[in-house]
């Protein structure tokens, strides 16, 4: 059978690329301006550029949700309208008050269209084109901050105001076809939920065997991933002369193994279980983390961390296709607000695991984190093998 996959999906997704570049264009500058702009010390700056985390996190449990309440389309508009008031703001931005309530005014932005956004892909896609598309919005987002700090620093980024204000410009862009190429009627129907209704169904949503085990298993693989952004690039900077740059040349290397293996492992990977993404990644991601112990040379970095993100490219999709499959058609954005907030709290707490096992050593942290990726996988071998939970649903092409 042929399962088509409506145009506006693509336009979907070509937006979110598109979004990601001028977002990438300016916010990994953003510490660097705030410093110039007012002047302030490191610690404080690390501080209010946190507060954007902490804001999405904290307000997803009541923003999140709200798709499902009043519709896909109201809740992109709203958190696009949000995202360029915010980038408009960090242009005019003078002090260090400003800066903090602009952070937590936009850290809502994603918790409001985030949800909604992967919501409606799964409303519109079929479901055996669900891993596909997933990968494919993976692998536009990647072109999208691939290009962008690029774009950024030929605007200078960091220096001037005047990238904001280009990014505001290309969100209003994206405004403007949201409202005109969104159907008001795409997705779902509004459910009317109550807020208390959407944390009772988060609620049932952990408590269901059938996601509470991979939701676990995301958990501890997104507690290793966020290593690479933080614990690897300090390691690096501590023993090697130029770690900074050798850091610079894995992310990049990342950035184009994704670009190049995401197209064609995503169609891979349709009319197979899902259990092989998510197995299959995790000990990816367990062995390779494992070989970093013994990389010493600046070729043995960079091929292992392409290695790693192979296991990155097959988790990706499958880690969305697993609660587009169980979410209740009308609690859809709930559940992945959940899922969100699993990966945030993932994010904020492995930074910290993984600098206090760094302070005894190499081995103690990626051979730490090789023994978190292996419980990872025999979490999704047990809860994905199970007949019906997700590893025997074989989307046929």
């Given at each position: 059978m042929k399962y088509r996959i409506p145009n506006v999906v693509w336009i979907l997704i070509a937006g979110d690329g598109f979004g990601a570049a001028f977002r990438f264009m300016v916010m990994p500058f953003l510490a660097l301006y705030m410093h110039i702009v007012t002047g302030s010390s490191?610690?404080?700056?690390?501080?209010v550029i946190g507060l954007g985390s902490v804001s999405s996190l904290a307000s997803s449990f009541l923003l999140g949700p709200?798709?499902?309440?009043?519709?896909?389309k109201p809740s992109l508009v709203a958190g696009s309208i949000v995202q360029l008031i915010g980038l408009v703001g960090f242009g005019y931005a003078h002090s260090v008050g400003a800066f903090a309530a602009l952070q937590i005014f936009t850290g809502m932005s994603w918790a409001i269209s985030g949800p909604a956004y992967q919501a409606l892909l799964t409303d519109l896609t079929p479901e055996p084109r669900r891993v596909r598309v997933f990968g494919f919005n993976y692998w536009a987002m990647n072109i999208g901050a691939a290009i962008g700090p690029l774009l950024?620093?030929?605007l200078g980024s960091g220096r001037s105001p005047l990238p904001f204000l280009v990014a505001a410009a290309a969100q209003a862009?994206?405004?403007?076809?949201?409202?005109?190429l969104v159907p008001r009627s795409a997705g779902e129907a509004p459910s009317g939920a109550s807020t208390l209704d959407s944390l009772r169904h988060m609620g049932r949503g952990i408590a269901n065997p059938l996601l509470l085990w991979p939701f676990v298993g995301m958990f501890l693989i997104s507690i290793t991933y966020s290593q690479i952004e933080s614990s690897l690039p300090q390691y690096l900077g501590l023993h090697y002369a130029n770690g900074a740059h050798l850091f610079a040349y894995m992310i990049s290397a990342n950035a184009v193994t994704v670009v190049l293996l995401q197209p064609f492992?995503?169609?891979?990977?349709?009319?197979?279980p899902l259990a092989l993404g998510f197995i299959g990644g995790a000990a990816i991601y367990a062995i390779t983390n494992a070989v970093f112990i013994f990389a010493v040379a600046p070729?043995?970095?960079?091929?292992?961390?392409?290695?790693?993100?192979?296991?990155?490219?097959?988790l990706s999709p499958v880690q969305q296709a697993i609660v587009a499959l169980y979410a209740p058609q009308d609690q859809r954005a709930t559940f992945f607000t959940l899922q969100n907030i699993v990966w945030g709290l993932a994010s904020a707490i492995g930074p910290v695991l993984g600098g206090l096992a760094m302070a005894d050593g190499k081995t103690a942290l990626f051979g730490g984190m090789a023994l978190v990726d292996l419980a990872a996988t025999a979490l999704f071998a047990l809860s994905l093998g199970r007949r019906g939970s997700g590893s025997d649903v074989a989307v046929e092409a």
């Open positions: 490191p610690a404080t700056v690390g501080l709200l798709s499902d309440r009043l519709g896909r950024g620093a030929s862009v994206l405004l403007v076809v949201i409202l005109a492992l995503s169609r891979w990977q349709e009319g197979r070729a043995a970095w960079i091929g292992t961390n392409v290695a790693f993100t192979v296991g990155e490219v097959l």
